[in-house]
């Protein structure tokens, strides 16, 4: 069952889709307060875990931090980050009481999880002006059903999404994108796509190619099709400010464009130098931005990623004065080193700056409103005018669409990869404690930079991490300028990252059967131990474990030099262990803790008891498999219900349920 109370007056975020009537009652569970913004607290019992939030940091049960739920570009995010590139307000509690709760609320709102007070929970925003939903239901799979249903589907990517992709900043050429295929199909591993970062354009500017070094852009396209490749590249939000150039030129007459107080459009700097954000909350600037997509859809493009959307500023015109002022203050008649930490500071406080984001206005039907008051609407406002475009121009198909920054709302558009992240051992660790949290929110197509995309990848940073990451929907590598190659024909032995990514091809029909089975049927694809052993004290308390589909258990291997790791089984289940060579062997294994070994070019994962799953031959590419012809592997006698379809089509009608015997 779902309540709204309704505070203030709302923005229209257009999170939720069902028209629910507020409630005059008394808020449940919360105990409100009005008097400064407003608050919401809740005394947690000892033994309750808070789920949620989607992208934020630290655990899968969130109690012990503080969280501000405000899209922000963190390049280099740690554990005490507390914003990340997406705003997701749901919260689950489950323990004494089971109920979640989704804050529909489109700026700054922080979520104290027992940090300030151990056992109050306090959720609070500066402007009383807020939508709550309280979801009720017996257990916590059911309240994110009904919490689902309530924000409507997820949106499905087209198949060839959950095959293995390459990416970097940047492929510089054409001929640089055609070595990365051909050192794929030669090391004999599956590719299904590579990404093309910035540099495919002309200064940076939006649904332009660069001549010079993409001047053979569609024989490229077609070229890389006829090996089963896409291309996928990248829109970033910012459009370049520069006399001559039709988008920017257009944008600005038609007042397209994010205006600060005194109405002219807001420049501030981001890739392409200065740019002008076009106003996506204008539902007919969206619109027109969303239909430039045409220039590469018109190519053979499929896909692409919507980047620098929260949106990123590197720093504004106004920062800039700001800056020089403050300098000089500084510096004046004073030259002394003491200064550095000062000057470190002003020049730190140019980048996505709070005076920015308050000098920003949107036209939201003719009536202007502060981008701070909806700051983490930019995103998914940018990424679902692209989505509505790409309906209309290609109608007939799927097409892949992921985006960094995103709200609750958008995951009916796209999916999101977690932005800018490190190769550091933790980020794997942190990925894994994300899916689940971002599955509550509707976000099923999703994944992070695999191998890390800030400083230097080691080879077995890579492998393990590919433990993990051959289960998530969306498999990219993809690294920053000036780091270590990572694209796996880099490393030695290829064969043994090619054993790994063919297992993830292998489990294609079982990943993208239960990808299908939860976006239609409001399920989660990645699942906490908790939610299905909610009276198993370890398993509420495991953190390093999930489950992917109703089927399987993993638990990936995510520390340095480790040759194993410890698992705890809630159940009996059946260890499946992939060999070198391809070989899987089976073992059955007891509930409860076990040290299961797992070297370097080996990946362990469960089927859990009476379940089986199906297997395809692995291909170099999703085009190239069959994915009739499977074989199931797990317990005898099981039963798998099939999810599929061919792969591409918009019309989910033609999704069939096939059921398979072991
Ligand atoms: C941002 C993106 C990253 C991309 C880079 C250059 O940092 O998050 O993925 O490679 O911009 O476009």
């Given at each position: 069952m779902i309540k709204k109370y309704t505070f203030g007056n709302p923005f229209f975020t257009g999170a939720v889709v069902e028209d629910i009537k507020a409630d005059n009652a008394v808020v449940p569970y919360f105990t409100v307060n009005t008097q400064n913004g407003i608050s919401f607290e809740y005394i947690m019992h000892d033994k309750d875990i808070v789920y949620g939030l989607g992208e934020a940091t630290r655990g899968i049960n969130k109690r012990g931090y503080v969280y501000d739920s405000y899209c922000s570009d963190d390049f280099c995010h740690m554990e005490t980050t507390k914003s990340l590139y997406g705003a997701h307000n749901f919260i689950l509690i489950e323990g004494k009481e089971c109920f979640g709760a989704f804050f529909d609320y489109p700026t700054r709102l922080t979520f104290d999880i027992?940090?300030?007070?151990?056992?109050?929970?306090?959720?609070?925003?500066?402007?009383?002006?807020?939508?709550?939903?309280?979801?009720?239901?017996?257990?916590?799979?059911?309240?994110?059903?009904?919490?689902?249903?309530?924000?409507?589907?997820?949106?499905?990517?087209?198949?060839?999404?959950?095959?293995?992709?390459?990416?970097?900043?940047?492929?510089?050429?054409?001929?640089?994108?055609?070595?990365?295929?051909?050192?794929?199909?030669?090391?004999?591993?599956?590719?299904?796509?590579?990404?093309?970062?910035?540099?495919?354009?002309?200064?940076?500017?939006?649904?332009?190619?660069?001549?010079?070094?993409?001047?053979?852009?569609?024989?490229?396209?077609d070229e890389m099709k006829q090996k089963g490749i896409r291309l996928v590249p990248i829109i970033d939000a910012g459009v370049k400010i520069q006399d001559g150039y039709d988008i920017y030129e257009e944008g600005l007459e038609k007042g397209y464009y994010c205006v600060d107080k005194e109405g002219k459009p807001f420049s501030a700097g981001?890739?392409?130098?200065?740019?002008?954000?076009?106003?996506?909350?204008?539902?007919?600037?969206?619109?027109?931005?969303?239909?430039?997509?045409?220039?590469?859809?018109?190519?053979?493009?499929?896909g692409f990623w919507n980047d620098m959307n929260e949106p990123a500023i590197f720093y504004s015109e106004k920062g800039i004065e700001n800056f020089y002022e403050k300098l000089s203050e500084i510096t004046s008649g004073d030259k002394s080193v003491d200064n550095?930490?000062?000057i470190k500071d002003i020049v730190n406080s140019l980048q996505n700056s709070q005076d920015d984001y308050n000098s920003i206005y949107h036209n939201v039907n003719g009536k202007l409103v502060k981008h701070n008051d909806i700051h983490n609407m930019y995103g998914y406002k940018m990424t679902e005018c692209t989505a509505k475009a790409l309906e209309k121009l290609?109608?007939?198909?799927?097409?892949?669409?992921?985006?960094r920054a995103s709200y609750i709302g958008m995951h009916r558009s796209a999916g999101i990869w977690t932005g800018d992240n490190f190769s550091w051992w933790s980020h794997i660790l942190l990925e894994l404690k994300q899916l689940p949290a971002?599955?509550?929110?509707?976000?099923?197509?999703?994944?992070?930079?695999?191998?890390?995309?800030?400083?230097?990848?080691?080879?077995?940073?890579?492998?393990?991490?590919l433990g993990l990451g051959i289960f998530t929907p969306l498999l990219r590598n993809h690294a920053a300028l000036c780091t270590r190659d990572q694209e796996c024909y880099q490393f030695e032995n290829t064969e043994d990252f090619k054993n790994i990514i063919e297992l993830r091809?292998?489990?294609?029909?079982?990943?993208?059967?239960?990808?299908?089975?939860?976006?239609?049927?409001?399920?989660?694809?990645?699942?906490?131990?908790?939610?299905?052993?909610?009276?198993?004290?370890?398993?509420?308390?495991t953190e390093d474990q999930l489950f992917v589909g109703d089927e399987l258990m993993i638990a990936p291997v995510y520390t340095q030099n480790a040759i194993g790791r410890y698992v705890y089984l809630p159940e009996e289940m059946c260890a499946v262990r992939l060999k070198k060579g391809g070989e899987l062997k089976f073992i059955t294994m007891e509930k409860g803790h076990h040290f299961v070994e797992v070297p370097l070019n080996e990946v362990v994962f469960?089927?859990?008891?009476?379940?089986?799953?199906?297997?395809?031959?692995?291909?170099?590419?999703?085009?190239?498999?069959?994915?009739?012809?499977?074989?199931?592997?797990?317990?005898?006698?099981?039963?798998?219900?099939?999810?599929?379809?061919?792969?591409?089509?918009?019309?989910?009608?033609?999704?069939?349920?096939?059921?398979?015997?072991?």
């Amino acid at each position: 069952m779902i309540k709204k109370y309704t505070f203030g007056n709302p923005f229209f975020t257009g999170a939720v889709v069902e028209d629910i009537k507020a409630d005059n009652a008394v808020v449940p569970y919360f105990t409100v307060n009005t008097q400064n913004g407003i608050s919401f607290e809740y005394i947690m019992h000892d033994k309750d875990i808070v789920y949620g939030l989607g992208e934020a940091t630290r655990g899968i049960n969130k109690r012990g931090y503080v969280y501000d739920s405000y899209c922000s570009d963190d390049f280099c995010h740690m554990e005490t980050t507390k914003s990340l590139y997406g705003a997701h307000n749901f919260i689950l509690i489950e323990g004494k009481e089971c109920f979640g709760a989704f804050f529909d609320y489109p700026t700054r709102l922080t979520f104290d999880i027992g940090f300030t007070k151990s056992d109050t929970l306090s959720v609070s925003a500066e402007k009383a002006d807020i939508d709550l939903y309280i979801v009720e239901g017996n257990s916590p799979l059911e309240i994110v059903k009904e919490f689902r249903q309530l924000i409507g589907k997820s949106y499905i990517p087209p198949r060839w999404a959950m095959g293995y992709m390459q990416s970097r900043w940047s492929y510089y050429t054409s001929d640089a994108v055609r070595e990365v295929a051909n050192k794929y199909r030669d090391a004999d591993i599956p590719l299904d796509a590579i990404f093309l970062d910035i540099d495919y354009m002309e200064e940076y500017k939006d649904f332009t190619i660069s001549k010079e070094r993409f001047g053979d852009l569609p024989e490229l396209i077609d070229e890389m099709k006829q090996k089963g490749i896409r291309l996928v590249p990248i829109i970033d939000a910012g459009v370049k400010i520069q006399d001559g150039y039709d988008i920017y030129e257009e944008g600005l007459e038609k007042g397209y464009y994010c205006v600060d107080k005194e109405g002219k459009p807001f420049s501030a700097g981001v890739w392409p130098g200065l740019t002008h954000f076009p106003d996506f909350l204008n539902e007919e600037a969206g619109l027109w931005f969303g239909l430039k997509y045409k220039a590469l859809t018109d190519l053979g493009i499929e896909g692409f990623w919507n980047d620098m959307n929260e949106p990123a500023i590197f720093y504004s015109e106004k920062g800039i004065e700001n800056f020089y002022e403050k300098l000089s203050e500084i510096t004046s008649g004073d030259k002394s080193v003491d200064n550095y930490n000062k000057i470190k500071d002003i020049v730190n406080s140019l980048q996505n700056s709070q005076d920015d984001y308050n000098s920003i206005y949107h036209n939201v039907n003719g009536k202007l409103v502060k981008h701070n008051d909806i700051h983490n609407m930019y995103g998914y406002k940018m990424t679902e005018c692209t989505a509505k475009a790409l309906e209309k121009l290609r109608p007939e198909e799927r097409t892949l669409l992921f985006s960094r920054a995103s709200y609750i709302g958008m995951h009916r558009s796209a999916g999101i990869w977690t932005g800018d992240n490190f190769s550091w051992w933790s980020h794997i660790l942190l990925e894994l404690k994300q899916l689940p949290a971002l599955n509550m929110c509707g976000f099923l197509y999703v994944g992070a930079d695999l191998g890390g995309f800030g400083c230097n990848a080691s080879r077995d940073l890579v492998l393990r991490w590919l433990g993990l990451g051959i289960f998530t929907p969306l498999l990219r590598n993809h690294a920053a300028l000036c780091t270590r190659d990572q694209e796996c024909y880099q490393f030695e032995n290829t064969e043994d990252f090619k054993n790994i990514i063919e297992l993830r091809y292998r489990l294609l029909p079982y990943l993208y059967s239960e990808f299908l089975k939860c976006a239609t049927e409001d399920k989660m694809f990645f699942k906490p131990l908790g939610f299905e052993y909610k009276d198993d004290e370890i398993a509420r308390a495991t953190e390093d474990q999930l489950f992917v589909g109703d089927e399987l258990m993993i638990a990936p291997v995510y520390t340095q030099n480790a040759i194993g790791r410890y698992v705890y089984l809630p159940e009996e289940m059946c260890a499946v262990r992939l060999k070198k060579g391809g070989e899987l062997k089976f073992i059955t294994m007891e509930k409860g803790h076990h040290f299961v070994e797992v070297p370097l070019n080996e990946v362990v994962f469960f089927i859990r008891k009476d379940k089986c799953i199906p297997l395809a031959n692995p291909a170099l590419s999703t085009d190239a498999m069959d994915f009739d012809t499977l074989e199931l592997i797990g317990y005898k006698n099981a039963e798998y219900k099939l999810y599929t379809d061919d792969g591409i089509s918009t019309d989910l009608s033609k999704i069939e349920i096939k059921n398979l015997e072991n």
